[in-house]
T-cell receptor, first 112, second 113 residues
Framework: DAMVIQNPRYQVTQFGKPVTLSCSQTLNHNVMYWYQQKSSQAPKLLFH???????NEADTPDNFQSRRPNTSFCFLDIRSPGLGDAAMYLC???????????FGPGTRLTVL | GDSVTQMEGPVTLSEEAFLTINCTYT??????LFWYVQYPGEGLQLLLK?????DKGSNKGFEATYRKETTSFHLEKGSVQVSDSAVYFCALSDRTNAGKSTFGDGTTLTVKP
């Protein structure tokens, strides 16, 4: 089945230790998104790619970076995780920018 | 800017009760509207959508109608089941805002047997 896959499902890192979360898709969608979701809150868009074009949200901290080496893969790099970065990170894809978004299961990040 | 306001939760209902979760929006253009559902420990899944005024989205017994005049997209279900327990997010995607999606804060629904 076509889907959005996120690895790992659970990630534990130490304060200040760089961490990378990965997302892959078999839908061949043009757009890939990264969201941060904290408990009982709405997903907060960090950035998205339309093909190779990177779009950063104005309030996304510089600590968060992203890479999209090809259509299928997108990575979220957190350069120096702080305790406040502990959250669920959701990857999503869509065919076009106003189309339905298809979400992965998320990666729950714990920062010790 | 765009915004979505959802009925505050949590909502607790008995099985077979009628469900309404209110959602209103503000947008500069003519957005597409969505309801997503999130089960515990999972990502969001599309429940239903509507792309223009007066469209009705429906899926799994849930319905919502795009009301431009009241800028609303209320979610309804005639008879809820325990398996409907989840968090429901109303969202919009606005072409005039580079297609950026805006989500409501989510409404937690618990259905008791």
């Amino acid at each position: 089945d076509a889907m959005v896959i996120q690895n790992p499902r659970y990630q534990v890192t130490q304060f200040g230790k760089p961490v990378t979360l990965s997302c892959s898709q078999t839908l061949n969608h043009n757009v890939m998104y990264w969201y941060q979701q904290k408990s009982s809150q709405a997903p907060k868009l960090l950035f998205h790619y339309y093909d190779k074009d990177f779009n950063n949200e104005a309030d996304t901290p510089d600590n968060f970076q992203s890479r999209r080496p090809n259509t299928s893969f997108c990575f979220l790099d957190i350069r120096s995780p702080g305790l406040g970065d502990a959250a669920m990170y959701l990857c999503a894809t869509s065919r076009g920018s106003t189309d339905t978004q298809y979400f992965g299961p998320g990666t729950r990040l714990t920062v010790l | 800017g765009d915004s979505v306001t959802q009925m505050e939760g949590p909502v607790t209902l008995s099985e077979e009760a009628f469900l309404t979760i209110n959602c209103t929006y503000t947008a500069t253009g003519y957005p597409s509207l969505f309801w997503y559902v999130q089960y515990p420990g999972e990502g969001l899944q599309l429940l239903l959508k509507a792309t223009k005024a007066d469209d009705k989205g429906s899926n799994k017994g849930f319905e919502a109608t795009y009301r431009k005049e009241t800028t609303s997209f209320h979610l309804e279900k005639g008879s809820v089941q325990v398996s409907d327990s989840a968090v429901y997010f109303c969202a919009l995607s606005d072409r005039t805002n580079a297609g950026k999606s805006t989500f409501g804060d989510g409404t937690t629904l618990t259905v008791k047997p």
